[in-house]
């Protein structure tokens, strides 16, 4: 366990119970996932029951359990990017990185996800790499996206 | 920044700023929100920064990245100030020729200017566009103008005036007297009246109480809050405090969606510079009045936009929502009285103050006061970001702002309201559009997406794609919900796939009614309208798909058949790749074989094909 990356963390809060959403947010964002033993410690820390912790984990979608990839793909399956095709823009990706929805690639590179709606609905159909958003993103355009990625 | 220690300090503040702008000082704005943002919208702002470094005008003409400016379809948008010049789908590579013709030399790029989808005409001038014609922005106005994260900017435009005039003119009373008489309705969907929910707070006993700003905008397809917690945080800010003033509250919570990260970084920013500026904190412009606000993120679950899932995430629990009463007003975040607003609703409170309420209440209809902003895409030209007075017709909008649907195309449908909302047909496009109307025919507002559907868009896969979302989502704490999507989804996919039954729709009713009557919250509760409005105006498209085993938009799978067309097939083998099962078979620069047994009809060989040799029936 990386014991003062997780104390830096909760450094920033007062330590109450309110406190957990946030401080899983920031264990998700610094390491990609939620490891096992640094949730022990925030459920000591914050005086969480670990079961309210697994409940919050696997409640909300951007937490996961096992090590997401490097780069997270976000499809948008949004209204309007459902009525483009955003179904079609998953199933090429997929197909191309050998993944379902939801999992991550061998090489953990990428994690594929979809996502009910990312907001930019004039420029369906969207997805999002990290924190950098594509319009437009027709099936034909796709290998050459995730190729800036590789 | 100057921390302002009373209100004559932040007049005379305010006075310098404005008396040291030049108001034909020329300034290059580049539309960084959602729709402009996706398209580009970074590399053509750091363009125009080195073209204006290269051509010695940086002092001379300033540079903004602002937020939304409405016209979507057209992205990526710039707008020369002071004449309005609106360009559109500018790139990286057309940013010298604008610096060199427009601002250097005064003249037009004519080949970026506007041009109407249907009719050809030109316009140049923002004013002249048609999209912006018969639009009255309120919560947007100041969207184009400032550059979001500049405090200077927002109250150079007169911001934190309504909080001046409420802190030092107005009694708490006052404040929610305007707020009533103004008519102003929660933006967020179920419309309740502001005035009142604050009144009800007010009067609630306790030491301690909460002000929420909702940013979980969940609605798929809507995205105004986006642009308006990016594009003007400081309007969100402002309505936040002057709300805590009205109802007695020193804390403020703005859960935003983690999808948001834009808008997380604009609002911090803003709270920083507000705590900096005394409009955040102890003893805010010397009024006695403390407040301050902390930004709560989503962590992904839609229900958490219903407010007492919200709150429930707020304090560290899974989003589950819970029976009302008591509301939030009288028991909320930590069992404190809490008043919870949208974010479209919290930028409209500084207007109304500023102004008054007798303004604000002649804007609309008679139930539904001021305006509403409306993403409107799907299958229309003009998409985009709108804000129209409440009763603008949905004609009006799809067909005059949003300058029509395709020629080739024919229009079927408005869904309005988002997974809770329904679709509205042809038959009510001259419907004012309000909160009473729109629930009228069978849907709601919701926070304000309008998605508009052609002939290209199955009704029945539309009702699908709403219930397998809200099924996804439904946090199942309540049977009707939980059980209810679940087995109108399986009807649904019975009814795609061919194996449906006409009493499947009786039996879809039969269910709707059960979960409206008897669900915890609001997903629940509006869950079955999405399949309503389609079985009480598409009921035909249902039966086609039952009866006859046909989709006639060409949308529903298993109801279709791909086939590769020997005559036109290239061989270019474009398709093969594309095929996740391996059925399309054959040698390059010969026509392909497609074996249906393997075919999983995904359509993905009919996208790859460049030249229309794949056929769907």
């Given amino acids: ?33 939620l490891p096992k033993e640094e949730l022990n410690v925030v459920a000591e820390r914050l005086s969480v029951p670990l079961t309210q912790i697994y409940s919050v984990a696997t409640f909300f979608k951007m937490f996961s359990l096992i090590p997401k990839g490097k780069h997270q793909i976000k499809v948008c399956l949004g209204t309007t990017c459902h009525l483009r095709g955003g179904i079609k823009i998953v199933e090429s990706l997929g197909h191309r990185l050998g993944v379902e929805p939801g999992y991550t690639t061998k090489d953990m590179m990428f994690t594929l996800d979809t996502v009910g709606c990312l907001g930019s609905c004039a420029q369906a159909p969207v997805l999002m790499i990290d924190d950098k958003y594509f319009g437009r993103a027709g099936v034909d355009k796709v290998s050459k996206i995730i190729k800036q990625f590789k | ?98 610096v060199e013709a427009t601002l250097k030399n005064g003249q037009l790029v004519e080949r970026l200017i506007y041009e109407h989808p249907l009719t050809q005409e030109k316009a140049a001038f923002k004013a002249d566009i048609p999209f912006y014609k018969g639009q009255m922005p309120i919560v947007l106005r100041k969207l184009d103008i400032i550059d979001p994260q500049s405090l200077d900017d927002y109250l150079a435009l007169g ?128 009024s006695g009045f403390d407040f301050d606000i902390k930004i709560s993120r989503g962590a992904g679950a839609f229900v958490c936009g219903e407010e007492t899932a919200l709150i429930a995430s707020i304090e560290g629990y899974i989003g589950e929502p819970t029976p009302r009463p008591p509301y939030p007003a009288e028991s909320g975040l930590f069992d404190y009285p809490t008043i919870i607003n949208n974010v479209e609703t919290w930028a409209n409170i500084p207007e109304i103050i500023n102004m008054g309420a007798e303004w604000f209440a002649a804007i609309g209809t008679e139930n539904s006061k001021g305006t509403k902003v409306f993403s409107l895409v799907g299958a229309v030209n003009q998409t985009g970001l709108v804000e129209v007075p409440m009763g603008t017709t949905l004609r009006q909008i799809v067909f005059e702002l949003g300058g029509g649907l395709r020629p080739d195309r024919q229009f079927k449908a408005v869904q309005t309201g988002g997974p809770s909302g329904g679709c509205i047909p042809e038959q009510f496009l001259d419907l004012p559009v309000d909160y009473d109307s729109l629930q009228s025919v069978g849907s709601i507002m919701g926070s304000g997406g309008m998605i508009v559907m052609d002939n290209t868009s199955c009704t029945v896969d539309v009702a699908r794609y709403f219930i397998s979302f809200l099924h996804d989502e439904s946090c199942g704490k309540c049977t009707p919900c939980r059980e209810g999507t679940k087995h109108l989804l399986h009807i649904l996919d019975e009814i795609i796939a061919g194996r449906g039954e006409e009493e499947h729709l009786t039996l879809m009713e039969e269910l709707c009614d059960t979960m409206a009557s008897s669900s915890i919250c609001g997903l629940g509760m509006s869950a079955p309208n999405p399949v309503r409005s389609t079985i009480k105006y598409f009921r035909d498209e249902y039966l086609a798909h039952i009866r006859d085993k046909k989709c006639h938009a060409l949308v529903c799978r298993p109801l279709l058949k791909y086939t590769i067309d020997p005559e036109t097939c290239t061989g270019c083998l474009a398709c093969v790749r594309e095929c996740p099962v391996g059925a399309i078979t054959g040698k390059k620069k010969l026509p392909q074989d497609l074996d249906q047994e393997l075919c999983v009809k995904c359509g993905l060989c009919y996208e790859a094909c460049q030249f229309e040799a794949v056929k769907v029936e």
């Fill in chain 1, 1 to 33: 366990m990386d014991q003062p990356r997780i104390e830096g963390i909760l450094s920033r809060y007062e330590g109450s119970s309110a406190d957990l959403i946030p401080v899983l947010q920031d264990i998700q964002d610094q390491y990609n996932y």
């Fill in chain 2, 1 to 98: 920044m100057p921390k302002f220690e009373s209100v004559d300090h932040l007049q005379q503040y305010r006075r310098q700023l404005q008396a040291s702008r030049d108001p034909n000082q020329p300034q290059v704005l580049v539309c960084s929100g959602p729709g402009c943002l996706p398209m580009g919208s970074i590399e053509v702002a750091a363009a125009f920064r080195e073209e204006l470094g290269k051509n010695g005008l940086n002092g001379k003409v300033l540079l903004k990245e602002c937020g939304c400016q409405g016209l979507c379809a057209r992205a990526v948008k710039v707008l020369i100030r002071p004449q309005e010049i609106a360009y559109q789908e500018v790139t990286p590579e057309d940013v010298p020729e604008i």
């Fill in chain 2, 159 to 286: 911001g934190y005036r309504a909080l001046r005039k409420a802190l030092t003119g107005m009694s708490p009373d006052e404040v929610i007297d305007a707020v009533e008489q103004s008519g102003l309705r929660g933006r967020g969907g179920g419309g309740f009246p502001t005035g009142r929910k604050w009144r009800v707070c007010q009067e609630a006993l306790s030491d301690i109480k909460f002000i929420i700003c909702n940013g979980d905008e969940g609605d798929p397809g809507a995205f105004m809050d986006r642009a308006v917690m990016e594009g003007d945080p400081h309007a969100v800010l402002e309505g936040m405090i002057i709300g805590g003033y009205a109802i007695g509250a020193k804390q403020g919570y703005i859960y935003v969606r983690h999808e948001y990260p834009l808008a997380v970084t604009h609002l911090n920013k803003a709270i920083d510079q507000a705590r900096e500026c005394g409009f955040l904190g102890k003893n805010i412009l010397r």
